[in-house]
């Protein structure tokens, strides 16, 4: 029983306290020298083995594809799927936990969230990871309960009362709904009811309710989750759910206040943008839109999921503005759209701005370049950052007509200069935002008919994909010793590959998809890669952006790009190496389809 | 004094509880165990062990899943006759347990293995007070010293003048391994036991210890 074994390090705080005694019980030290063979490769895995001191190389043959330091483990997918895959060695003097084989396998079997560390994908594993994150999230969204919602007040009528008495209640109570007596029944009525009874059946103020109230009421305690709330509404189609606490109908809860509580604010700021009469009312609602990045997050929600809703909310901003300043001539004969992250959906925090006009025909100069400049100059005002490489409307060469785009494509692919991979990627996941957006389908038609069968110009678009080698010694930085070291760019790393080579592997086919995971999903279903590749490939996405967001939120002012392995949980050191595993498999497809390497 | 390795021998013939030959046949070969006890100060003849704690190496391993460990009753309870007091007092230290049962518990955990310690005569002492009395020989075992070790590996070669610091923190730190919580029997053993694997692998490697600040302190004021 080492008593320093350190109970909270990952996968052993899964274990409960009589299995922590189990697991101490069978602990063994082991003492490595230099150079010596922890697990052979292809050997059977005997043990499982857990870093005091020291540092292990994982080796592949004779490359050396992971380092291992304290509290981290392995290796723990060989020992329960058979042998290793892997070689393990001690870097220099190292000191192990071993716990035995048995000990380590009657764990797995008896604890499916220790087990869940030891999955073979990373996808299964980054699952039961984010439920773990949810689970630990006190009173996250879906632990909260009915009665921490707020809900309108229970309010009773006679079925014998008139119209004009409910709908007198229900201003006087502010509320939406009443409950009905009816002898022995309960049932319900809305402001709703009461004005399709008035309008359209045209009854008199004087009837009474009888005939409109229904009696089919649905109703949750106030002790069950919201999330079953939710079920509800959803499967019985309702907005309305009464609340029952066993002994009296005591409240109503509204689909909305749910909503609202369930996505944050997202409503109300959409309806801010909706609403918006004049350019600065958008200023706070572009305010808003980067405050519900952090409280989403805060809430547990996945980073997919915050890049929809962000992207999403963007988007609207966008059209509002466009709507807002754009002349009439615009309005019918140009499409505004957005590129790059923003335009693949994969936006969370703010970067530049990256956009574009397309025009259906020419338009008076003058005209053009007042809204070219107080469109760009809005959006400044907003806080996103004006374009480095002045990929934006304000640029005559992003706001033009469709034809005048087409023959600047043909200088991209026949002459490319140094910005012309990068301009073919920017426009190939743009998306429309308002406007006519059958002027950004024709451009980008355009685009895919004039790099089709350029084998050449993909290769070199291709290629951007190594513009950020991983060093030989990438792994080392990753898994320093103690957690140290240098930080990891997982934007260049891990990100960029992904999103490029996937980009690079959807332009060659013509796929019209813009968000990463759906090309990937296209691909699968083509067949350029396999569901299980291309699932982790997602995962491994959604992980790294998940990481790089959290650094930017708790890092304000950084980019988020750069993680310090030290700062990381070694949960979380263990799925980056996951990651940069999957990222590396897939560079070497790309290599491969675009034959990258013959050029 | 006589040299140890008579007192074995006469030991070995005048064996009280000859149920205890075992302790002079050879331990299993490659193993040994490092050991700590805590006492209730440092005189061998006054002081009384409060706890013992043992761990098994075999090889390169250190196998604290067969360890040892025993916290002993204190002394002072033994000597009050009264049963009721007496069990009051049993009540007070918990899972104390007499030394008497104690020791022979520990002999068979050793049995003929390679003693390690830090400082290792003492705890080697300790024992032998209750061994003599119980089964009539002292501890027959070979000892290892952690800090004879260490010196060998940092400060054999050593100009004369050379501080020697052969404190247990020293060679924590010399030998950069994790520090445990210290005074905790069982913790001191587990990190002799690491020393002793280290150390051992060094001298196979003919690795030395680098005397850096001794080094260091001429360079800097010739600098």
């Known amino acids: 029983m080492p008593n320093a074994f350190d109970p909270n390090n990952p996968p052993f705080d899964r274990l409960t306290g009589p299995e922590m005694e189990t697991l101490r019980k069978a602990l063994d030290i082991g003492y490595f020298r230099p150079g010596e063979t922890i697990i052979a490769q292809g050997a059977p895995a005997e043990a499982l083995y857990v870093v005091i001191k020291g540092v292990v190389e994982e080796r592949d043959g004779d490359e050396v594809t992971g380092l291992l330091g304290p509290k981290d483990s392995f290796d723990g997918r060989a020992l329960v799927h058979g042998e290793s895959g892997s070689a393990f060695a001690a870097r220099e003097e190292t000191l192990c936990y071993v716990l035995p084989k048995a000990v380590a396998l009657a764990l ?13 994908e990373l996808s299964r594993k980054l699952d039961a990871l984010a439920r773990e994150d949810e689970d630990s999230r006190v009173g996250t969204l879906m632990r909260a309960r009915v009665r921490d919602m707020s809900l309108y007040p229970a309010s009773f009528i006679d079925a014998d009362d008139t119209i004009e008495t409910a709908g ?14 009816n002898g022995d029944q309960i049932g319900f009525i809305t402001g709703m009811n009461l004005s399709k009874a008035l309008v359209l059946d045209r009854m008199p103020l004087d009837a009474p309710v009888a005939p409109i109230v229904h ?14 709330a939710l079920i509800l509404m959803t499967k019985t189609n309702k907005r309305r759910v009464a609340v029952h606490d066993g002994k009296s109908y005591i409240g109503i809860l509204e689909d909305i206040e749910l909503l609202s509580y369930l996505t944050g604010n997202t409503q109300m700021v959409a309806g801010r943008i909706d609403r918006a009469v004049a350019v600065p009312e958008l200023i706070t609602a572009a305010r808003e839109i980067g405050e519900q990045v952090r409280m989403l997050r805060r809430q547990a929600v996945k980073v997919e999921a915050v890049a929809e809703i962000v992207s999403d909310l963007n988007r609207r901003l966008f059209a509002k503005l466009f709507d807002l300043i754009a002349p009439r001539a615009l309005r019918t004969g140009a499409c505004l759209v957005v590129m790059g992250s923003e335009g693949r959906g994969e936006q969370t925090v703010r970067t530049d701005q990256d956009n574009a006009l397309i025009l259906a025909a020419p338009v008076e100069e003058a005209v053009l370049d007042k809204f070219r400049h107080d469109f760009t100059a809005a959006l400044e005002s907003f806080g996103f950052a004006p374009c480095p490489g002045n990929v934006m409307v304000r640029n005559p060469a992003w706001s033009q007509t469709v034809d005048a785009y087409t023959t600047m494509f043909h200088h991209w692919v026949a002459m490319p200069d140094e910005h012309s991979h990068m301009n073919v990627a920017i426009l190939y996941d743009a998306v429309a935002v308002a406007g006519d957006a059958k002027l950004l389908a024709r451009t980008k038609a355009e685009l895919m008919e004039t790099v089709r069968g350029r084998s050449a ?24 010793r103690d957690g140290q070291g240098d930080a990891v760019d997982l934007k260049k790393g891990g990100i960029f590959p992904i999103v490029h080579g996937v980009r690079s592997l959807a332009l060659e086919r013509g796929l019209t998809e813009t968000n990463t995971a759906a090309r990937i999903q296209r691909l699968v279903e083509i067949g350029t890669f396999k569901a299980d590749f291309g699932r982790e490939l997602t995962q491994s996405l959604y992980f790294l952006m998940t990481l790089r967001l959290d650094a930017k939120l708790t890092a304000a002012g950084t980019s988020g790009a ?6 990381l949980s070694s949960t979380q050191r263990d799925l980056l190496r996951d990651a940069f595993q999957v990222v590396k498999q897939f560079r070497e497809i790309v290599r491969r389809h675009f034959n990258l390497g013959a050029f | 004094m006589i040299p140890r390795a008579l007192k074995r021998l006469f030991h070995q013939i005048s064996i009280g509880d000859q149920s205890y030959r075992f302790m002079f046949d050879p331990g299993p070969p490659d193993e040994a165990v490092a050991f700590d006890c805590e006492t209730t100060g440092l005189d061998v003849r006054r002081d009384d062990i409060i706890s013992i704690a043992a ?15 025993a916290v002993a009753r204190p002394e002072a309870a033994m000597k009050i006759d009264s049963i009721k007091v007496h069990r009051l007092r049993e009540m007070d230290v918990g899972a104390g347990e007499r030394i008497e049962a104690i020791i022979p518990r520990f002999l068979h955990f050793v049995a003929g293995r390679p003693l390690i310690g830090y400082y290792v005569d003492f705890d080697v002492r300790m024992v032998d007070k209750y061994l003599r009395g119980l089964i009539g020989i002292e501890l027959p075992n070979p000892m290892i010293e952690v800090s004879k070790l260490y010196y060998e590996r940092k400060y054999s070669d050593a100009p004369p003048g050379t501080t020697v610091d052969l404190s247990f923190a020293a060679i924590m730190r010399d030998l950069d391994l994790p520090a445990l919580d210290q005074h905790d029997a069982f913790n001191d053993a587990l990190m002799t036991a690491m020393m002793y ?5 060094m001298k196979q490697r003919g690795v030395r210890i680098a005397r850096t600040r001794e080094v260091d302190r001429p360079q800097t004021t010739i600098g």
């Open chain 1, 562 to 567: 750069l993680v310090r392995p030290a700062d």
């Open chain 1, 108 to 120: 797995v079997h008896d604890n499916p969230r220790f087990a869940a560390f030891f999955y073979l």
């Open chain 2, 55 to 69: 761990v098994r190496i075999r090889g390169n391993r250190i196998l604290t899943s067969e360890r040892f460990e």
């Open chain 1, 168 to 181: 007198r209640r229900m201003r006087d109570v502010n509320t939406n709904a009443l409950f009905v007596r």
């Open chain 1, 457 to 480: 110009f993909m290769v070199h678009f291709a290629r951007a994909i190594d513009a950020f080698p991983m060093a030989l010694g990438f792994f080392n930085k990753l898994v320093a």
């Open chain 1, 215 to 228: 009696y089919n009421v649905i109703s949750l305690a106030p002790d069950d989750f919201i999330y079953s």
């Open chain 2, 197 to 201: 694997l280290r150390l051992k692998d």
